[in-house]
């Protein structure tokens, strides 16, 4: 169950990458600078949480609100709908996988000591 909530989070996370850079290049006009403020920081998560350190799910799951509530302006935003809705549904299944797997991580280290 950690492992695939594990995956989870990696491949919710790839996937909200994908979707800030495709609706950014879709976007009239282009700007990179945008983009960089918007994916930086989830490219920052990457390096620790392949390193499966806990305290980086656990801070994840507070920068996402974030991007949960940018989400659900999008989805009130004439012609943004679709990629709002994606956006959302991104942050919550990046949030939910990380907090399964915290609280599996924390079960684990707690029945160990």
Known sequence: MSSLARIGVLISLVALILTLTLENWLSEPLSISRWL??????????????????????????????????????????????????LTCFCVLLFCSAIIYIHQQQKTLNSKS
Do not use: E, H
Not at 44 to 64: D, G, H
């Open 37 to 86: 403020v918007q994916v930086i920081p989830l490219f920052a998560f990457l390096p620790t949480l392949l390193s499966n350190k806990l305290r980086s799910y656990q801070w994840l799951c507070f920068v996402i609100l974030v991007y949960f509530i940018i989400g659900v302006l999008d989805i009130f935003t004439v012609g943004k709908l679709i990629s709002g809705i994606m």
